[in-house]
């Protein structure tokens, strides 16, 4: 239900109808791990530290399971660019704190993945960001990464987040800001910066946020995914 098949794109309104109309114990019932909604941790080259904080992913999936109705896996999954298992997310994430590089083939890939409907979420985890903001000139050389307004649904789609991203763990003391890359007019790269939600995403002992920190960036989280599964 999630895969992006070729000349096939993936169908968000169509799996929150199934949704709607069948309940989740029919979802369940037959093979959840086809079913469940999934995302893939982006790997990539250059150096940096693609995998740090693997708890972060199954514990958002795990949150968004129990404050929606969305069957989730709640699993780690790292995927390659180049691999064929790509076009099975219809979101893949990307953090770290060094450098990114693509060669003409990924950045090919990723054209073809954003393409079939394929979205990605990006946090700079301090030490990413001016590689990311290079790679993504290369990817999207007609356009600039633009910041997203308050206003746009990321930020209020089922937890009210008026000033934008959260600040989760703090860097350089500057704000907070979420950026966007767009395709044919729809969001297919989301990036944030300085804001560092996915810290607040892995276990309580990787970093010690209190409670009430982890519970805001969990709700971010949660907001990205649903904008995704509902957008038109």
Same mark, same amino acid.
């Given at each position: 239900m999630q895969r992006l098949f070729a000349g096939k794109t993936f169908r968000p309104l169509l799996f929150l109808s199934i949704l709607i109309i069948t309940g989740i114990p029919e979802l369940f019932s037959g093979d959840a791990n086809e079913s469940a909604f999934r995302i893939g941790r982006l790997e990539y080259r250059g150096g940096g530290d693609w995998y740090v904080g693997p708890s972060a992913e199954p514990n &958002?999936? *795990?949150?968004v399971r129990r404050h929606t109705n969305i069957p989730v896996a709640p699993v780690y999954e790292s995927v390659s660019i180049m =691999? *064929?298992?790509l076009f099975s997310y219809s979101m893949i994430f990307m953090t770290g704190h060094g450098n990114v590089s693509f060669n003409d083939q990924e950045r090919q890939? &990723?054209?073809e993945y954003f393409r079939r409907g394929g979205f990605l979420y990006a946090d700079d985890c301090y030490g990413m960001d001016g590689a990311f903001r290079r790679e993504m000139a290369k990817l999207f050389p007609e356009q600039d990464l633009v910041e997203? /307004?308050? =206003?746009? /649904?990321i930020y209020n789609i089922k937890y009210a987040f008026p000033n934008g991203p959260p600040k989760i763990h703090e860097h350089d003391g500057k704000p907070p800001q979420g950026f966007g890359l767009f395709l044919d007019g729809r969001l297919v790269v989301y990036y944030t910066y300085e804001a560092d939600p996915h810290d607040g995403w892995v276990d309580e002992r990787v970093h010690g946020n209190p409670w009430h920190v982890r519970e805001m960036a969990l709700q971010f989280g949660t907001?990205?995914?649903l904008w995704l599964l509902t957008k038109s």
């Open positions: &958002l999936l *795990d949150y =691999s *064929d298992r890939r &990723l054209r997203l /307004p308050f =206003s746009h /649904p907001n990205i995914v």
